[in-house]
């Protein structure tokens, strides 16, 4: 069975720009996360998807940050503007529902300069 | 609110030795759910173990074992013999249920360094 992907896993902007992060979960997951992991801490929870729907978006930066799941599948993050501070892992987890075990991609690693 | 603490930053031991991670949780809920993960050099989170608060068994799985004290809300992770590879950043985590939000509480993690 294939695991959560994510793309890019890499990606390096300039303070201002913008940026995009894809995330396709385990097939049949209902319930998709996204977490931020700067360095030397660990994840912080920013959105859980159940199917299409918000079910908790309280840690994020919504004058920065959104995101989407429109078809219940895949996700995007997007950042605009970036700031220095977003310099961070974005980790996408899926799992087959709520209070179930998360299982984690291998992350997007963004450097804003 | 909910909180995880690790307060070990940093463990080193030579292979072969017994190591234990320490978790301490905080939660007014009564139902909940507690996780090890592993993070290698290579930055993927791995699933090591769920336990929901309702069962306090001990849970063994090789090497691997898992003390969960409701008593005194720690659920502590012990590795035998320890190897190599064993060397990553162990993360603990906690999640509520109830209300549908349970996104993960995770701890700072504690750095383990096994010297061969």
């Known amino acids: 069975e294939a695991g959560v992907a994510q793309s890019p896993r890499y990606k390096i902007i300039e303070k201002r720009q913008s940026v995009a992060f894809w995330c396709n979960p385990i097939s049949g997951h209902a319930t998709l996360y996204w977490y931020q992991q700067i360095l030397g801490q660990g994840p912080k929870l920013l959105i859980q998807?159940?199917?299409?729907?918000?079910?908790?978006d309280s840690q994020l930066p919504k004058d920065r940050f959104s995101a989407e799941r429109l078809k219940g599948v895949d996700s995007t993050l997007k950042i605009q503007p970036a700031k220095l501070e977003d310099s961070a892992v974005y980790l996408c987890?899926?799992?087959?529902?709520?209070?179930?075990?998360?299982?984690f991609g291998p992350g997007t690693r963004l450097l804003v300069l | 609110a909910q909180k995880v603490t690790q307060a070990q930053t940093e463990i080193s031991v030579v292979e072969k030795e017994d190591v234990t991670l320490d978790c301490v949780y905080e939660t007014r809920d009564t139902t909940y759910y507690l996780f090890w993960y592993k993070q290698p050099p290579s930055g993927e989170l791995v699933f090591l173990i769920r336990r929901n608060s309702f069962d306090e068994q001990n849970e063994i799985s090789g090497r691997y074992s898992w003390n969960f004290q409701k008593s005194t809300s720690s659920f502590n992770f012990t590795i035998t013999a320890s190897q190599v590879v064993d060397s990553a950043v162990y993360f603990c985590?906690?999640?509520?249920?109830?209300?549908?939000?349970?996104?993960?509480?995770f701890g700072k993690g504690t750095h383990l360094i096994i010297q061969p």
């Open positions: 985590a906690l999640s509520e249920a109830g209300g549908g939000a349970d996104g993960l509480t």
């Open positions: 987890a899926s799992s087959p529902g709520r209070e179930e075990t998360q299982y």
């Open positions: 998807f159940q199917n299409n729907g918000v079910v908790d």
